[in-house]
Every structure is written in structure tokens, then in C-alpha cells.
């Protein structure tokens, strides 16, 4: 991987996993919900998911890279998941988009330090 392609990479799987870990607490808080309030949360959840969703396929279409494709799949099985209100089952298909997107800046950050970059 090229240094220009390894830092490009860096910055959307740390941006990708921030943003994931943001939305698997908002996911994992939706439980907690009076029963009053959970389909205004549940709605402005799924924008959150959505908005997550798509930073994730921004990334993959700019980068190619195979992770983000991973995510994404796995966003969308959050995302219906959430939408069925199994927010247990959202939070781990979230885990999994954090797992594919910690790979790819894993993969980056070991390219730029093999450039003697870092």
C-alpha cells in the first residue's frame, strides 16, 4: 500500500470506528427508553445508524478497501436489526463494523510504518 493510500485508509477506518463506537452506545442506551419515547428515539437512532452508514460507504467507495465493504454489510444488519427494536442484535452487528474497520486502519498504520513513516 502507498503512503498516500495508507493515510487516507488511517483516517477513514479511525473516523468509521469513532463514529461506531458512538452509535453502539446510542444503540445499546435505546433499552433504557420509557416506552413513551422509545419511537421518537428509535427514529432518530436509525438517522444516526444512516448518517454512520453512510461516512462507511464514502470510505469504501473513495478507498476500495475490502473492510469497509465488510461494515457496511454489517451496518446494514444493524440497521434492520434496530428497526425490529433487537438492539441487542444491532449493538453486535455494530461490533462487527468496528472489528472491519479497525482492521483496515491496523493494516494502514503497519504500511506507513513500513514506509518508515511513523
Known sequence: MDPKTAVL???YGERA???????????????????GERMGGKRMLLMVLEGVRSEIAFAHGSSGHDGFRKALEAMDAAIAAAEGLNFEEAVEKI??????????????????????LL
Open 9 to 11: 485508509n488511517y483516517q
Open 95 to 116: 461490533a462487527e463494523a468496528v472489528s472491519a474497520s479497525t482492521t483496515v486502519a491496523q493494516e494502514s498504520w503497519e504500511a506507513l510504518a513500513g514506509h518508515g
Open 17 to 35: 470506528k469513532s463514529e461506531l463506537i458512538l452509535a453502539s452506545r446510542l444503540v445499546a442506551s435505546m433499552p433504557g427508553f420509557p416506552s
